[in-house]
């Protein structure tokens, strides 16, 4: 199995600019779930999908941040405008019922 | 809203002594789940607890769980320095496949 799969692996872009992440969930997996990791503020999930389904977004930052999934071997994360305080480490994760969630790579967001 | 407290953050030790790592968290909750980062690299699954009085041994470490307590600890046994990792415990927010609230993580470096 190759593990859930992200890209781009680092991303550097300028303020104002939009930005997308990309994931593939582990396939047969019917959860997926988007972290953000900074220094400041850890690990913090921002929101998370049940068969395609979008159950709680409530760790959307703010209205700049939007998630689909529009199948169930992919979803994306954009950010439009990114702001530098965007700058962060996103995770994406993948689980199959109740089991424990398998972490992507990540993406290494850098906005300047 | 669910808190999940680690102590301590920051742990030095010496290679061949133990040590325990705490993991409060603050609702009820019957899923809990031990990860490991290194630097750079994304965060691997190292436990699930799924029940009350759990216990989940892997080499040099042991999880448990007490959800009446609502604590749970990763102990080290006769540390090596190839366990020296960040490791984070999270709690599933609700029942079922729900996100996860991470604690702010251990910083473990092992000497030799």
């Known amino acids: 199995d190759a593990g859930v799969i992200q890209s781009p692996r680092h991303e550097v872009t300028e303020m104002g600019q939009e930005v997308t992440l990309r994931c593939k969930p582990i396939s047969g997996h019917n959860s997926l779930f988007w972290y953000r990791q900074t220094m400041m503020r850890g690990l913090e999930l921002l929101i998370y999908f049940n068969n395609n389904v979008p159950i709680d977004d409530s760790g959307m930052p703010e209205d700049r941040f939007s998630a689909k999934m529009p199948n169930a071997s992919f979803s994306t994360l954009k950010i439009q405008p990114s702001e530098p305080r965007d700058s962060a480490v996103y995770f994406c994760?993948?689980?199959?019922?109740?089991?424990?969630?398998?972490f992507g790579p990540g993406t290494r967001l850098t906005v300047t | 809203e669910l808190k999940v407290e680690q102590n301590p953050l920051f742990l030095s030790m010496q290679e061949g002594k133990n040590y325990t790592i705490y993991c409060n968290y603050s609702?009820?909750?019957?899923?809990l789940y031990w990860y490991r980062q290194d630097p750079g690299k994304s965060l691997e699954s190292l436990f699930v607890l799924l029940s009350n009085g759990a216990v989940k041994q892997e080499g040099r470490l042991m999880a448990s769980l007490d959800t009446k307590a609502r604590l749970s600890t990763l102990h080290i046994t006769a540390a090596v320095h190839d366990l020296s990792a960040t490791y984070f415990c999270a709690v599933d927010n609700g029942g079922g496949a729900d996100g996860l609230t991470f604690g702010k993580g251990t910083h473990l470096i092992i000497q030799p």
């Open positions: 609702t009820t909750s019957d899923r």
């Open positions: 994760a993948s689980s199959s019922g109740t089991r424990e969630q398998y």
